[in-house]
């Protein structure tokens, strides 16, 4: 567990860094799908969902949400996710879509940076992206070389 301050740019730049962002969507992808298929299947989505606080905070989700709220929200996200409509989520699919989910974010967030406990695993996404945000921190300005 660790606690991240992260702020609209902070996502934006994670984005925005194709290499970073596409190693890790390919990561979290592959660890994602569970039975290996090459695809992945409404409840492995699910799953992925339910490690992301900030975004069930997007969707609207929170502690109270019913559990049949929570299964429509969830519906309606993989459908978002499902742009074939073939009933399963490929791999660009999923980097399509949680290229516009994580810019939307930042659009929310804007300037005001937000503190977030976040669990220490490789699947958050906003950990990864306070990870490298603090790995530019640490270089010298361009200025200062
Ligand atoms: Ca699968």
Redesign the pocket.
Known sequence: MGVVIIDGSTVRDFVNDEAVFNKSLDDSFDS??????????RS?LRKAFESLRLIEAHFGMDVATPPEELTKIYNSIFDGFDLDGSG?VDKEEFKGEMKKILLAIADGLGSSPIQMALEDDEQSFLKQAADLEASKLQKPPPSAA
Do not use: A, M
């Open positions: 994602l799908d569970i039975n290996n298929d090459g695809v992945l299947s492995e399963t």
